[in-house]
């Protein structure tokens, strides 16, 4: 009778798992479980998000919601699926970066972010039915270890065609297998594509002399799709992940201007201890390649070279 009793405490410990309290913390203090270093806080998102990202009041706003709502929902019928878009250096793995770092206690480097990179993850087209299987079995076991996974699939551009399709069956509604809620995971797709429809928006709008923080997220989410669906080096070329619509939304980054580009630089700067350099934040500025020709709107790498042209002009 008493060897039981050591059992059945355990079982109460576990099964009482998410009802916080001294169950929560006696069962986290000899457990690794996911659940324990599950420590979201969505306020210091929002403030990094405003703080370290520059003129994308659309990214800032659509992530803090998305992810404020499905955080929020104890019983998600569906993943939360984002698709991020715009051209290089306007923000989008920071954003990524920003997300994973605010909801895990050990940030980033937790077990429970997993960042796929085409290039070194599945470098070879002609490989892509043994991907296929990598992949799912590598989501299923990290989701089995951990319900509450984030899975970031950066340069989605590079992606072998047809691959990331075979995650259909974990982004849909109704998928529960053994003892795994597959609908409490995050995925988050990055990619350049649907750049130019963006670019195309943002110019119209600067052109018709409208504020940029005009824009609205339903002036994009149509074209981003539509451009993704249709771009063959998109990484959703022709998705049926797309045709279900299961991605939750399509977040634009806006190209950046003059202005944006100075703003990193200082930001940067701050970081270096040289908050004061006024001189390097124009050279900086005036050194970055901007587009169209006529205009010279948006700088073409966004703030990506930054650190290095600080570097150089410092
Ligand atoms: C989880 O994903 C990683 C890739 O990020 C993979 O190396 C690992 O084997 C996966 N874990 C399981 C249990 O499948
Ligand atoms: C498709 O996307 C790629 C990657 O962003 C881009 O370079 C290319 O211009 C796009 N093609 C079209 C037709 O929009
Ligand atoms: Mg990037």
Not at 197 to 221: C, Y
Request: charged share 20%.
């Amino acid at each position: 009778m008493l060897a039981v009793l050591p059992a059945l405490l355990l079982l109460l410990l576990l099964s009482s798992r998410p009802a916080c309290g001294v169950f929560q913390k006696l069962y986290c203090s000899f457990s690794d479980s996911c659940d324990c270093d599950f420590k979201p806080s969505i306020r210091d998102l929002e403030w990094d998000l405003y703080k370290n990202v520059f003129g994308q009041h659309l990214a800032q706003d659509l992530v803090s919601e998305e992810v404020s709502s499905f955080l929020l929902n104890k019983n998600p019928d569906r993943p939360l699926v984002l698709s991020f878009h715009g051209s290089s250096g306007t923000g989008k793995t920071l954003v990524s970066t920003l997300l994973g770092n605010h909801l895990y206690g050990s940030a980033m480097s937790s077990p429970f972010v997993h960042q796929f990179v085409p290039t070194l993850h599945f470098p070879s087209a002609e490989l892509v039915a043994q991907y296929r299987e990598e992949l799912k079995s590598w989501v299923k076991g990290n989701l089995t270890a951990c319900a509450r996974s984030v899975f970031i699939f950066d340069e989605m551009e590079k992606m072998p065609a047809g691959l990331i399709d075979v995650l259909e069956p974990f982004l849909g509604p109704s998928h529960v297998v053994f003892r795994t809620n597959y609908r409490k995971a995050i995925y988050v797709f990055i990619s350049t594509a649907g750049k130019e429809a963006i670019h195309r928006l943002v110019l119209e709008n600067r052109l018709a002399g409208r504020d940029r923080d005009e824009i609205k997220p339903s002036d994009l989410q149509e074209v981003v799709q539509q451009s993704v669906y249709s771009n063959k080096t998109s990484g959703l070329y022709l998705s049926s992940i797309i045709q279900q619509n299961l991605i939750t939304r399509f977040v634009p980054f806006l190209p950046l201007t003059r202005t944006h580009v100075e703003r990193c630089v200082r930001a940067q700067l701050c970081q270096r201890g040289s908050c004061n350099r006024d001189d390097v934040v124009e050279a900086v500025g005036g050194d970055m390649t901007y587009d169209p020709a006529e205009g010279l709107y948006f700088s073409t790498t966004g703030c990506k070279t930054v650190a290095a042209k600080i570097s150089f002009f410092l």
